[in-house]
């Protein structure tokens, strides 16, 4: 009997033992995970004495569920307290993830596909003349008449110096650099943003946020898309153009309905990071663009921690990405697993 318990008669398959142990460990596991998801929900439903006075985890027999903290939020604090924050989060998150998955569609699909051997020395003078501008720019020049000198100066340069070096950079290097950008903290860079933002008028408007966040992400949406790009056959576009279709006919015919999974997949990871952007929010936005992470911290400082409203509003932001989630889950898990299976 034991014998039979530890043994399978199908090597794809584990012994009996070794199964019910596993879904042991992955049973506590999801327990772990989805704990912290079930005190959220039960405490959006309590008093604040049920959440001061100690755990009480199930409803109708440690607390009476109410609906005091949704009143509160969606009713007597005003009807714009939580929609616009709510309004602004689903507006400018839609619009930034989409933005990324253009522009990374287009720049992926180009590093994908075609060679890039840019210098060094004309990468170099374009970050010295942005350098000058932004500097030009800093000393009460207006920024329009900066840029038209700084394009002046590097067109010179690139035709005197930019020649006499040949050191280049491939297509992986350019997509590593694009990548490393995540690695920079927003906080690092916020001051100079603002400052930019403020030197164009776009302070405390969802355009803000919408260029802010697309640029952030960005480098995400090339990761992912170059990836899944790649992992398509190339004798399909050779097998188009044969037959006498353009470049632009096979992108949207032929690579954007075989990548359908990888786009949906990194536009549901960017509009998650978006969803949750804080800092930039912080800075760039007012009273009138103000988002939902913006909304949560403001509970959590004004007269402490308020458990019972910050669950309201952390369960009103994390609803609609689960359900859209669970609706293109087919479509995530093919995704997601890009590149995982190369050979």
């Known amino acids: 009997m034991i014998r039979r318990l530890l043994t399978s008669s199908n090597p794809f398959r584990p012994s009996p033992i070794w199964m019910a142990i596993s879904y042991v460990l992955l049973g506590f596991w999801a327990f772990v995970v989805l704990f912290p998801l079930y005190w959220l929900a039960v405490t959006a439903f309590k008093l604040p004495a049920d959440v001061n006075d100690g755990p009480a985890y199930i409803p109708f027999v440690d607390y009476q569920p109410v609906m005091d903290a949704w009143n509160y939020l969606l009713v007597e604090s005003g009807e714009n307290f939580v929609r616009r924050p709510y309004i602004n989060t689903i507006g400018v998150g839609i619009a930034s993830a989409l933005g990324s998955l253009v522009l990374g569609a287009a720049a992926s699909y180009a590093l994908a596909r075609f060679d890039y051997r840019p210098k060094l020395a004309l990468i170099g003078l374009f970050i010295v003349c942005v350098l000058l501008t932004v500097l030009i720019t800093g000393l009460g020049v207006p920024w329009q008449l900066s840029v038209v000198a700084a394009i002046a100066v590097y067109a010179l340069l690139a035709q005197s110096v930019g020649r006499r070096f040949s050191a280049a950079l491939g297509n992986s290097d350019i997509a590593f650099w694009l990548i490393s950008q995540r690695m920079l903290p927003p906080v690092a860079v916020i001051i100079p943003i603002y400052i930019m933002f403020q030197q164009f008028g776009l302070l405390n408007t969802h355009a803000a946020l919408v260029i802010a966040y697309t640029a952030a992400h960005l480098p995400l949406a090339v990761w992912f898309l170059r990836d899944y790009f790649q992992g398509i056959p190339i004798e399909l576009e050779e097998s188009a ?47 009138e663009t103000q988002t939902m992470p913006l909304l949560v911290a403001a509970q959590n400082a004004t007269r402490g921690p308020q458990w019972w409203n910050i669950s309201v509003l952390v369960l009103m932001m994390i609803t609609p990405i689960v359900v859209l989630a669970v609706i293109l889950e087919r479509y995530i898990a093919r995704g997601i697993l890009v590149g995982a299976v190369k050979g």
């Open 241 to 287: 153009f044969i037959d006498g279709a353009n470049r632009y006919q096979v992108l949207w015919r032929i690579i954007l309905p075989l990548s359908t999974p990888g786009l949906i997949a990194t536009f549901l990871i960017v509009l998650v990071f978006a969803w949750n952007e804080y800092t930039m929010a912080l800075f760039l936005t007012g009273a």
